[in-house]
């Protein structure tokens, strides 16, 4: 695939969009709460826990304390474990690939307790719980 100068300059363009909502300047782990702090050009500083982003939840503090952020300031990365955050995604609250994010909300869910999903599993336990799969997959 050849990159022509008509590619180049629409990806400018993008960049510079996506600039205007604001960019990182420089960004850091502050091991007392456990939260990766970013400073934006905007004046504005976000932070949130390690634990919630791809690829940093079982990270050490020495390994988070390194954090590089990209010449154009919309990516944070961390050498030592390989893993980047898309700073535009962070904003939106987007912590991960789609595939990482689901399964997060999936375990989340899976996790999550009220009176319904009580009753509701008790009911299909006195029922006998849920049908066994047949080998085969056949009806």
């Known amino acids: 695939m050849t990159v022509t100068d ?17 960019f990182a300047v420089s960004a850091r782990y ?3 709460s456990g939260r990766v702090v970013v400073n934006l050009n905007t004046g504005v500083q976000i932070a949130f826990p390690s634990r ?7 990270a050490s503090p020495a390994d988070l304390a390194e954090i590089e952020v990209s010449p154009a300031g919309l990516g944070l990365h961390w050498p030592k474990l390989d893993a980047d955050v898309y700073v535009p995604a962070l904003l939106q609250g987007v912590f991960g690939s789609k595939r990482w ?3 997060q909300l ?4 899976g996790q999550a307790r009220s009176r319904a999903k009580t009753a509701a599993a008790r009911e299909n336990g006195r029922k006998g ?11």
């Open 6 to 22: 008509q590619d180049v300059q629409q990806a400018e363009k993008r960049m510079v969009a996506l600039r205007e909502n604001g």
């Open 30 to 32: 502050d091991r007392r």
């Open 52 to 58: 919630l982003a791809e690829g940093l939840a079982d």
């Open 101 to 103: 994010m689901a399964a």
């Open 106 to 109: 999936g375990t989340a869910g």
């Open 129 to 139: 719980g849920r049908p066994r799969k047949v080998a085969g997959g056949g009806l």
